[in-house]
């Protein structure tokens, strides 16, 4: 039987600084998107998923955050000084327990189908990480040209600047080799170097659009995106 996770981290402590004056006095994840905050949307994908628990880490401005969660199903871990993404989920794991877990960047939107659903259902034993992915040019709001290539077997490699796929910042990651970085903030780029490096990184083309939500003229690509999937 394959070991599903039930536990998910949303990242929600980042600094915002491409923001602008929209992050002065708020963390992105409250900036609205179609009259909503960034996490709510976020959280409604983690909620129709099923998921029985999540934490969201907070660092920069954490309490207009503290205080819209408040009332939600959701456990907090606050980190005093930032710790990216590897140290952040490191930190959070006694409140997400062991085993694989979801994790999903709080400042992007999404349709199609649900990307949790989809991770969950290619989940294997054999992976240690599975990624949603896009092609460079379907990933709206990212400049780049794409972070990872698939073979036919669904391994990624990095594209190291050839055109590619873009990681859309969900996935599901076993956390066993948070143990062995010795830094306390790091990237889960170490992780995936490894799981790369082993042949047991993996990815899965998301079946529907996404857009970054990272600079402020992503705003009006995301609220685009969103109004021509409801049409």
């Not at 896009?134 to 190291?160: C, K, M, N, V, W």
């Not at 990815?203 to 996404?210: A, E, F, N």
Request: net charge negative.
């Amino acid at each position: 039987m394959r070991q599903l996770p039930d536990a998910l981290m949303l990242f929600a402590a980042g600094l915002g600084t491409r923001m602008g004056a929209l992050t002065a006095t708020q963390p992105k994840p409250m900036i609205p998107v179609v009259g909503r905050p960034l996490i709510d949307h976020a959280l409604a994908l983690v909620e129709a998923a099923g998921i029985a628990r999540t934490v969201v880490n907070t660092h920069y401005r954490p309490e207009p955050l503290r205080a819209h969660l408040a009332d939600r199903r959701v456990t907090l871990s606050h980190e005093p000084a930032l710790l990216e993404t590897g140290g952040g989920l490191r930190k959070a794991l006694p409140l997400l327990g062991e085993g694989p877990v979801f994790t999903l960047n709080s400042d992007a939107v999404w349709t199609g189908a649900n990307p949790l659903t989809e991770l969950r259902d290619g989940w294997s034993d054999g992976m240690d990480a599975l990624l949603l992915l896009l092609p460079a040019e379907q990933a709206s709001g990212h400049p780049g040209t794409g972070d990872f290539l698939l073979d036919a077997e669904g391994r990624i490699t990095r594209a190291q600047g050839r055109p590619g796929l873009v990681y859309l910042g969900a996935q599901i990651l076993r956390t066993d080799r948070l143990a062995g970085v010795a830094a306390e903030a790091f990237s889960l780029n170490l992780l995936w170097d490894a799981m790369i490096a082993e042949g047991r990184a993996f990815g899965l083309i998301h079946r529907g659009g996404w857009c970054d939500v990272g600079r402020p003229e992503g705003i009006a690509e995301a609220e685009a995106l969103l109004e021509r999937a409801d049409v």
